[in-house]
C-alpha cells in the first residue's frame, strides 16, 4: 500500500486559479452532456458530478438500452469515457485549451448529442468551442483538490446521515464548482416569479445548504458555506460555531475558510461543528419540525 495521501493539502486559491478556471469549464462541457441526456430531477440533482476514488465523474448516462460514463481521473490524469458495452476512450488531461478540450471530448463520445455549449454561472462566458485563452492545467493542483474533496465528500456523507427527512445526495454542482449537501423542511417555499428557470426549480422547497467552494471575490481562498433559503429573520446575526465562522452579507451566506479547519487539531470536527450549527440554528428560527427530520441518539438529536 502506498503511504496514506495528506487528507487536509494546503491549496491557496492564487496557486492554482489558471488551472481552476479552466477545469471549471472542462466540467462544464461533462455536466452540461449529463444534464441534456438525462431526466430532469428534483432541484436539478440530475446534473451534478460525485467524488470517487479517483476523481470526479457523471455517473452512467443512458443512451437507448446504454449507457455511458465520463470520469475525471485526478491520479492517472486523464478523462475517461466508458460504456456499458465495455468501450473505453482515454484523453490526456493536460494544458490544453478549453476549444480543443471540447471538440476531443465530443468527438470521443459514444453517443451523438447537442449540448448548449456555452458556460452556464460565469462572468462574460465566452462559447467552448471559440475559448482559446483557458489553457492551463496543474496536475499537482488538480490532484490536491480532489483530495480535499475525498475528505470533505466522507465529512459531508456523515452529516447527511443525520436526517431523516428529504435531502439531496452529496453532488458537486459544475455550474458553481462546489460539493454541496442540501437538507428540506418539506415544505413549498415562496415563489420566485422573477428569477431564471433554473433558481426556481432550485429553491422551489424551503432548503438548509452546505458546501464547499475554492473561493473567488471576496472569498480568498477555499471556504465551507452555509445558507438557508428563504432566510429566517435573525439568521444573519445569529452566533455558530466555530468561532472562526463568519456571516457575508453580500453573499447571504455563513462561511469558514478551509485554512482555518486544516490547521485544527481536530479538522473534521471542527468542520462537524459548522455544519450542525448553522443548519440547526437556521431550522429553528424557520420553525422546521426537526423531531420528525432529525435522527435521534439515546433521546437526543446527533
Known amino acids: 500500500m502506498n503511504a496514506p495521501a495528506d487528507a487536509w493539502p494546503a491549496l491557496a486559491l492564487d496557486s492554482w486559479q489558471?488551472?481552476?478556471?479552466?477545469?471549471?469549464?472542462?466540467?462544464?462541457?461533462?455536466?452540461?452532456?449529463?444534464?441534456?441526456?438525462?431526466?430532469?430531477?428534483?432541484?436539478?440533482?440530475?446534473?451534478?458530478?460525485?467524488?470517487?476514488?479517483?476523481?470526479?465523474?457523471?455517473?452512467?448516462?443512458?443512451?437507448g438500452d446504454r449507457t455511458f460514463e465520463?470520469?475525471?481521473?485526478?491520479?492517472?490524469?486523464?478523462?475517461?469515457i466508458e460504456t456499458s458495452e465495455g468501450a473505453t476512450k482515454l484523453l490526456a488531461l493536460r494544458p490544453v485549451s478549453v476549444a480543443e478540450f471540447y471538440r476531443e471530448l465530443m468527438d470521443?463520445?459514444?453517443?451523438?448529442?447537442?449540448?448548449?455549449?456555452?458556460?452556464?454561472?460565469?462572468?462574460?462566458?465566452?462559447p467552448f468551442a471559440e475559448d482559446t485563452t483557458h489553457k492551463s492545467y496543474d496536475p499537482d493542483a488538480a490532484h490536491?483538490?480532489?483530495?480535499?474533496?475525498?475528505?470533505?465528500?466522507?465529512?459531508?456523507?456523515?452529516?447527511?446521515?443525520?436526517?431523516?427527512?428529504?435531502c439531496s445526495p452529496v453532488h458537486f454542482f459544475w455550474g458553481?464548482?462546489?460539493?454541496?449537501?442540501?437538507?428540506?423542511?418539506?415544505?413549498?417555499?415562496?415563489?420566485?416569479?422573477?428569477?431564471?428557470?433554473?433558481?426556481?426549480?432550485?429553491?422551489?422547497?424551503?432548503?438548509?445548504?452546505?458546501?464547499?467552494?475554492?473561493?473567488?471575490?471576496?472569498?480568498?481562498?477555499?471556504?465551507?458555506?452555509?445558507?438557508?433559503?428563504?432566510?429566517?429573520s435573525g439568521y444573519k446575526t445569529a452566533r455558530v460555531q466555530p468561532e472562526q465562522a463568519f456571516y457575508h452579507t453580500g453573499m447571504s451566506e455563513f462561511f469558514l475558510m478551509y485554512d482555518d479547519v486544516r490547521s485544527a487539531d481536530n479538522p473534521k470536527a471542527m468542520l462537524l461543528d459548522f455544519l450542525q450549527t448553522t443548519y440547526a440554528t437556521a431550522a429553528d428560527l424557520a420553525n422546521w419540525d426537526r423531531s420528525a427530520l432529525e435522527r435521534t441518539a439515546t433521546g437526543s438529536r446527533l
Do not use: M
Not at 465523474?57 to 443512458?62: D, G, L, Q, V
Not at 465520463?70 to 475517461?80: G, M, N, P, S
Not at 420566485?192 to 432550485?202: L, S
Not at 471576496?218 to 428563504?230: E, L, N, Q, V
Open 108 to 126: 470521443a463520445l459514444p453517443v451523438d448529442v447537442k449540448i448548449h455549449a456555452t458556460p452556464d454561472e460565469i462572468a462574460n462566458p465566452i
Open 144 to 166: 490536491k483538490f480532489w483530495r480535499i474533496l475525498v475528505t470533505v465528500d466522507s465529512i459531508f456523507k456523515e452529516f447527511r446521515g443525520r436526517f431523516l427527512g428529504k
Open 70 to 80: 465520463i470520469t475525471f481521473d485526478f491520479i492517472a490524469h486523464q478523462l475517461r
Open 18 to 63: 489558471p488551472t481552476y478556471d479552466t477545469l471549471h469549464l472542462w466540467t462544464q462541457i461533462a455536466g452540461k452532456i449529463r444534464r441534456t441526456l438525462t431526466p430532469l430531477v428534483n432541484h436539478w440533482w440530475n446534473v451534478p458530478l460525485y467524488v470517487t476514488a479517483r476523481g470526479l465523474a457523471t455517473s452512467p448516462i443512458p443512451y
Open 176 to 232: 458553481s464548482f462546489d460539493l454541496a449537501v442540501t437538507r428540506f423542511s418539506g415544505r413549498p417555499a415562496p415563489a420566485r416569479p422573477a428569477a431564471d428557470a433554473i433558481t426556481r426549480e432550485a429553491y422551489s422547497h424551503e432548503c438548509i445548504s452546505a458546501g464547499f467552494w475554492p473561493g473567488g471575490g471576496d472569498i480568498k481562498g477555499p471556504a465551507f458555506y452555509a445558507y438557508a433559503a428563504p432566510e429566517p
